[in-house]
């Protein structure tokens, strides 16, 4: 039973904390930000955001720094909008999953230009 409301609190978390930074904060550095997965821990204390952002190293840094300065900002508006007896504490963390998943697109493309020479 807990496991089941800690997933539906994570999907609530997710889909507020996306908007939150989609239309809150204001901060330059803050670049295309988007929320891919939160994981909440069995008590609901805590919850991990995974964001991935669009752009460069740099920018992705920027991000992610620009995401720590306002998570006391962004938990508050989310205590605002969400009801449970403790507001998570948030900890942001950068998301490999999207660069993962096109260098094996890539990897997958080259095999098959491969086969397609070799059958020729």
Known sequence: ???LRAERLAELIKEEISAIIF?????PRIGFVSVTDVEVSGDLR??????????????????LE???????????????RITVYHTPEL????????????????LLEKVKEEDDKGEQ
């Open 1 to 3: 039973m807990a496991k």
């Open 91 to 106: 900890a942001f963390h950068y998301d490999h999953s999207l660069e993962y998943g096109a260098h094996i697109n890539k």
């Open 46 to 63: 805590n919850a991990n955001i995974y964001v991935s952002v669009y752009g460069t190293e740099e920018e992705r840094k920027a991000s």
């Open 23 to 27: 239309r809150e904060v204001k901060d």
């Open 66 to 80: 620009g995401l720590e300065k306002a998570k006391g900002f962004i938990r508050k508006l989310l205590g605002e």
